[in-house]
T-cell receptor
């Protein structure tokens, strides 16, 4: 059974700091990995998608890496801003068969202080 | 449509009543997912559709929960005889088996 763990559960940083969020998963046979952000009372917004054959993806100030063999992914946020405050969720999609469900971690609650 | 649309956005119902939650996926997306997010909890998988069939319904918590999808598009999640523990945000997502896109969710409150 795939399990996804995110560390830390919560993080508070001053504005402008670079930061790293961690995600680990137990089964390396994944199809892809996706990072989302969730604002309070809202749905999930997709940030980055990494296919199993890829090592990293970048979008603006965000960079996500994937190391399948060790079951890890990191989300790097450069020059953090108060608007980055949200919960960040990591999800993996298993590969094979007809089961393509996403398995989520419990998220990291990020607060960027002005 | 431009994104995944869910309705209603909020639903308050009395314990014991049935409720229906609707999801309109992104046009052309063959995969559709339902998740539940309880207060302070992570996302709990409920059911996955590929076209109109549901190859994985392992997350439905009890036989009071059911879902269907018609025309490879709209999906309805039905909860019968609602209980207070059913109170949560119900999220729907769609994908073409690559990137998943979520709706804004339906907040269900059972009183």
């Amino acid at each position: 059974k795939q399990e996804v763990t995110q560390i830390p559960a919560a993080l508070s940083v001053p504005e402008g700091e670079n930061l790293v969020l961690n995600c680990s998963f137990t089964d390396s046979a994944i199809y892809n990995l996706q990072w989302f952000r969730q604002d309070p009372g809202k749905g999930l917004t997709s940030l980055l998608l990494i296919q199993s054959s890829q090592r990293e993806q970048t979008s603006g100030r965000l960079n996500a890496s994937l190391d399948k063999s060790s079951g890890r992914s990191t989300l790097y946020i450069a020059a953090s801003q108060p608007g980055d405050s949200a919960t960040y969720l990591c999800a993996v999609r298993v590969s094979g068969g007809s089961n393509y469900k996403l398995t989520f971690g419990k998220g990291t609650l990020l607060t960027v202080n002005p | 449509g431009a994104g995944v649309s869910q309705s209603p956005s909020n639903k308050v119902t009395e314990k014991g009543k049935d409720v229906e939650l609707r999801c309109d996926p992104i046009s052309g997306h063959t995969a559709l997912y339902w998740y539940r997010q309880s207060l302070g909890q992570g996302l709990e998988f409920l059911i996955y559709f590929q076209g109109n069939s549901a190859p994985d319904k392992s997350g439905l918590p009890s036989d009071r929960f059911s879902a269907e999808r018609t025309g490879g598009s709209v999906s309805t999640l039905t909860i019968q005889r609602t209980q207070q523990e059913d109170s949560a945000v119900y999220l729907c997502a769609s994908s073409r088996n690559t990137e998943a896109f979520f709706g804004q969710g339906t907040r269900l409150t059972v009183v």
